[in-house]
């Protein structure tokens, strides 16, 4: 799209655009690499050239081929982070609209909440698995890991919030109070359906956040891995192409995960703009 | 359902609403008659938007009392009160669609899908909306969402309609026939409308009461034409427009007349009913604008120093249509305005920078309550003036 007054580019534009470029085959670079190789022929190795093209190293995943806990880890860390994603959505809604009124240490109270977004996940991870010790309590996924990862989602899910509720317009409210609405019903019949993308929006966050969670799991999910331990893992003892094949499979996993909170945010803000109903 | 009686006359007394350290409303006392068309008309901030939302049960007075239909108010629901608000961004629920929007109520009151859609239609038609049942807000244009928001407004069947700056967000072809059109339904539907406005000529065209605000507190409540012919303070005066505001010195009382001399030596006179002004004392007047007759001065100093009228220098002449605006520069600065009969004005053109001799007649000269200064400030952030 070039302005109706096209000049020169100035230089800054070849800058950024080198830039840009960079960023991309940093980014994309690899994972195609690895994307690539995991169809590598069943004799093939970690690196190129590609001696055929085969699904092997993607039955050896299904097949517990002395690659580790694939299938376990994954529908753990599915599991998890379907929890955390649910969890991180009621709690950020409450807070987020508890927030909208100012209480006595409220400030305290957010910037308690936000710190922890800035503390680093490997020692957060150490300390709720040395306070589990402390207290004789086991660590595992589903309780110590369930927790660190939520000091992750939460305040990432409030910071959401913020967002959506600053544009949300309270006279809705007002105006359900006004027709009659009880604050229950308020809440269910006004206040979330509007709220309701930016919701998909923290579930979406919660579920992709915990989903490839690595420093605040790693000490407290027990003896039993999430599938980015399991990952981890393998990186030491698996010199096969599955490592591959596990990166295509968990890239896909994410990339439906975002797709359908995507279509369903999408579907409806369609559905408040467009045409509906009978033409006119 | 409003409990019991239908009577929409609204009572306010003594109340005073406070946000933190600022009083948004002080000590107001005010009655709006049942049945009636009532505007608060002020500057932003003056507490008008406050006052509807105390009625409306969004906002709690700090002190005082509400009374609606004889019926203490303060504390009770909007549905428990009988009222219902029109918000001013109508606050359409985007997720819904017109019908349902209008339906909402009865919905909440558990009304069937059937019964809540015909009486949903119905109210649509009334507003001529029944085409548009099917779409969403945001496929309406800004009159037609004023149009919903008016039907789900009054789906509760309230006694009291509260509006607040209804029209604020149409354009102006829009704004001139949805006002006629909120008259209509109001007179149709015989219930108290109370509409919040910063707009003069808005509440003077439409209300039967005019209440005009400054500061948290009313200046003046009255009919619209008192607002306009007959008003009570400066404020009033210089933000209606329409007059000229005039201060000075009582400098001799004579046939039940005061004379009244400002600073730069220019002179009115008003006829003394009532109590005797004491002479040295400060008088505030006003001269409507359309009771102004202006010619060309011939000799300055024949004409200066009369009483009744006002040498200056043309500085603006604008043709309204019916009659011009002319602002005459003051000595002390101020403008002066003169509307003058279109007819009499192209009689005898006047240019800019010509001298003329403005005069009027004692009988024009209203006498006014507080500050001379009053409401100057104001007119600024109001928009100026209308006429």
Same mark, same amino acid.
């Given at each position: 799209?070039r302005?109706?007054?096209?000049?020169?580019?100035?230089?800054t534009f070849?800058?950024?655009?080198?830039?840009?470029?960079?960023?991309?085959?940093?980014?994309?670079g690899p994972?195609?690499?690895?994307?690539?190789?995991?169809?590598?022929?069943?004799?093939g190795?970690?690196?190129?050239?590609?001696?055929?093209f085969?699904l092997?190293w993607?039955?050896?995943?299904?097949?517990?081929e002395?690659?580790?806990?694939?299938?376990?880890?994954?529908?753990?860390?599915?599991?998890?982070?379907?929890?955390?994603? /649910?969890?991180?959505?009621?709690?950020?809604?409450?807070a987020g609209?508890?927030?909208?009124?100012?209480?006595?240490?409220?400030?305290?109270v957010?910037?308690?909440a936000?710190?922890?977004?800035?503390m680093?996940g490997?020692?957060?991870?150490l300390?709720?698995?040395?306070?589990f010790?402390?207290?004789?309590?086991?660590?595992?996924?589903?309780?110590?890991?369930?927790?660190a990862?939520l000091?992750?989602?939460?305040p990432?899910?409030?910071?959401?919030?913020?967002?959506?509720?600053?544009?949300?317009n309270?006279?809705?409210?007002?105006?359900?109070?006004?027709?009659?609405a009880?604050?229950?019903q308020?809440?269910?019949?006004?206040?979330?359906?509007?709220?309701l993308?930016?919701?998909?929006?923290?579930?979406?966050f919660?579920f992709?956040l915990s989903?490839?969670?690595?420093?605040?799991?790693?000490?407290?999910?027990?003896?039993?891995n999430?599938l980015?331990?399991?990952?981890?893992?393998?990186?030491?003892?698996v010199?096969?192409?599955?490592?591959f094949?596990?990166?295509?499979?968990?890239?896909? /996993?994410?990339?439906?995960?975002?797709? /359908?909170?995507?279509?369903?945010?999408?579907?409806?803000q369609?559905?408040?703009?467009?045409?509906?109903?009978?033409?006119? | 359902m409003?409990?019991?009686?239908?009577n929409?006359?609204?009572?306010?007394?003594g109340? #005073?609403?406070?946000?933190?350290?600022m009083?948004?409303?002080?000590?107001? #006392?005010? @009655?709006?008659?049942?049945?009636?068309?009532?505007?608060?008309l002020?500057?932003s901030?003056?507490?008008?938007? @406050?006052? $509807?939302?105390?009625?409306a049960?969004?906002e709690?007075?700090?002190?005082?009392?509400?009374?609606?239909?004889?019926e203490?108010?303060v504390?009770? %629901?909007?549905?428990q009160?009988g #009222?219902?608000?029109?918000?001013?961004?109508?606050?359409?629920?985007p997720?819904?669609?017109?019908?349902?929007?209008?339906?909402?109520?009865?919905?909440?009151?558990?009304?069937?899908?059937?019964?809540?859609?015909? &009486?949903?239609?119905?109210l649509l038609?009334?507003?001529?909306?029944?085409?548009?049942?099917d779409?969403?807000?945001a496929?309406?244009?800004?009159?037609?969402?004023?149009?919903?928001?008016?039907?789900?407004a009054?789906?509760?069947?309230?006694?009291?309609?509260?509006l607040?700056?209804?029209?604020?967000?149409?354009? =102006?072809?829009?704004?001139?026939?949805?006002?006629?059109?909120?008259?209509?339904? &109001?007179k149709?539907?015989?219930i108290?409308?109370?509409?919040?406005t910063? #707009?003069?000529? =808005?509440?003077?065209?439409?209300a039967?009461?005019?209440?005009?605000?400054a500061?948290?507190?009313?200046?003046?409540?009255a009919?619209?034409q008192?607002i306009?012919?007959?008003?009570r303070?400066?404020y009033?005066?210089?933000?209606?427009?329409?007059?000229?505001?005039?201060?000075?010195?009582?400098?001799r009382?004579?046939?039940?007349?005061?004379?009244?001399?400002d600073?730069?030596g220019?002179?009115?006179?008003t006829?003394?009913n009532? =109590?005797e002004p004491?002479?040295?004392?400060?008088?505030?007047?006003?001269?409507?604008?359309?009771?102004?007759?202006v %010619?060309?001065?011939?000799?300055?100093?024949?004409a200066?120093?009369?009483v009744?009228?006002l040498l200056g220098e043309?500085?603006?002449?604008?043709?309204?249509?019916?009659?011009?605006? $002319?602002?005459?520069?003051?000595p002390?600065?101020?403008?002066?305005?003169?509307?003058?009969i279109? =007819?009499?004005?192209?009689?005898?053109? $006047?240019?800019?920078?010509? %001298?003329?001799?403005a005069?009027?007649?004692?009988?024009?000269v209203?006498?006014?309550?507080?500050?001379?200064?009053?409401g100057?400030?104001?007119?600024?952030?109001a928009?100026?003036v209308?006429?």
């Amino acid at each position: 799209m070039r302005h109706a007054a096209a000049g020169p580019r100035p230089w800054t534009f070849y800058v950024f655009a080198s830039f840009f470029a960079l960023f991309v085959l940093f980014l994309y670079g690899p994972m195609t690499v690895i994307y690539i190789l995991s169809f590598q022929g069943p004799t093939g190795g970690l690196t190129f050239p590609m001696t055929g093209f085969s699904l092997r190293w993607f039955h050896a995943l299904v097949a517990a081929e002395r690659v580790g806990d694939i299938g376990g880890s994954f529908s753990r860390s599915i599991v998890l982070a379907v929890i955390v994603a /649910v969890l991180t959505v009621v709690l950020s809604v409450t807070a987020g609209l508890g927030f909208r009124r100012r209480f006595p240490g409220s400030g305290v109270v957010f910037y308690l909440a936000i710190a922890s977004l800035i503390m680093p996940g490997l020692f957060v991870g150490l300390g709720i698995a040395v306070g589990f010790q402390l207290l004789g309590l086991d660590i595992d996924w589903y309780t110590s890991a369930l927790g660190a990862q939520l000091t992750w989602t939460l305040p990432y899910g409030l910071l959401i919030m913020f967002a959506v509720l600053g544009r949300f317009n309270r006279a809705y409210e007002e105006a359900a109070t006004d027709l009659g609405a009880t604050p229950w019903q308020r809440l269910r019949e006004v206040v979330l359906p509007i709220l309701l993308p930016g919701i998909i929006g923290v579930a979406l966050f919660g579920f992709t956040l915990s989903y490839d969670e690595f420093p605040r799991t790693v000490l407290t999910a027990g003896t039993r891995n999430t599938l980015p331990l399991e990952v981890w893992a393998m990186t030491t003892n698996v010199t096969s192409p599955a490592l591959f094949a596990v990166g295509t499979v968990t890239t896909i /996993v994410s990339f439906i995960a975002i797709g /359908v909170a995507l279509i369903s945010i999408a579907v409806i803000q369609r559905r408040r703009t467009r045409s509906s109903g009978e033409p006119i | 359902m409003p409990a019991g009686t239908r009577n929409g006359e609204i009572r306010i007394v003594g109340v #005073t609403k406070r946000f933190g350290d600022m009083a948004a409303v002080r000590d107001l #006392t005010l @009655t709006i008659p049942d049945k009636a068309y009532c505007c608060l008309l002020g500057p932003s901030g003056c507490g008008k938007t @406050t006052i $509807l939302r105390m009625i409306a049960g969004h906002e709690s007075p700090t002190t005082g009392e509400i009374r609606i239909g004889g019926e203490p108010v303060v504390g009770l %629901s909007p549905v428990q009160r009988g #009222t219902a608000m029109m918000f001013q961004s109508y606050a359409l629920f985007p997720h819904r669609s017109v019908l349902d929007n209008v339906a909402f109520s009865l919905k909440l009151r558990g009304a069937s899908k059937a019964e809540r859609h015909r &009486q949903a239609r119905e109210l649509l038609a009334k507003v001529r909306m029944e085409r548009f049942a099917d779409r969403l807000p945001a496929q309406l244009s800004g009159g037609q969402q004023q149009r919903v928001a008016l039907a789900r407004a009054l789906i509760t069947n309230p006694r009291v309609l509260l509006l607040d700056e209804p029209l604020s967000a149409l354009d =102006e072809y829009l704004r001139l026939r949805m006002r006629g059109e909120l008259r209509r339904v &109001q007179k149709e539907l015989g219930i108290t409308f109370i509409h919040v406005t910063h #707009t003069q000529l =808005e509440a003077i065209a439409v209300a039967d009461l005019v209440v005009v605000m400054a500061q948290g507190a009313i200046e003046q409540a009255a009919s619209a034409q008192e607002i306009f012919t007959a008003p009570r303070t400066a404020y009033v005066a210089r933000f209606m427009g329409g007059q000229n505001v005039l201060s000075g010195t009582v400098e001799r009382v004579a046939d039940g007349h005061a004379i009244v001399v400002d600073e730069h030596g220019v002179s009115f006179s008003t006829a003394a009913n009532g =109590e005797e002004p004491v002479r040295g004392s400060r008088l505030v007047g006003s001269i409507r604008r359309d009771r102004i007759s202006v %010619s060309k001065a011939q000799g300055c100093a024949t004409a200066s120093g009369k009483v009744n009228s006002l040498l200056g220098e043309v500085h603006a002449i604008e043709y309204q249509g019916s009659y011009v605006k $002319l602002t005459i520069e003051r000595p002390s600065g101020e403008g002066f305005v003169a509307n003058i009969i279109d =007819e009499d004005f192209f009689r005898d053109p $006047l240019d800019i920078g010509d %001298s003329v001799l403005a005069r009027w007649s004692a009988r024009d000269v209203l006498i006014l309550e507080g500050a001379a200064d009053a409401g100057e400030a104001s007119m600024d952030e109001a928009g100026g003036v209308l006429i």
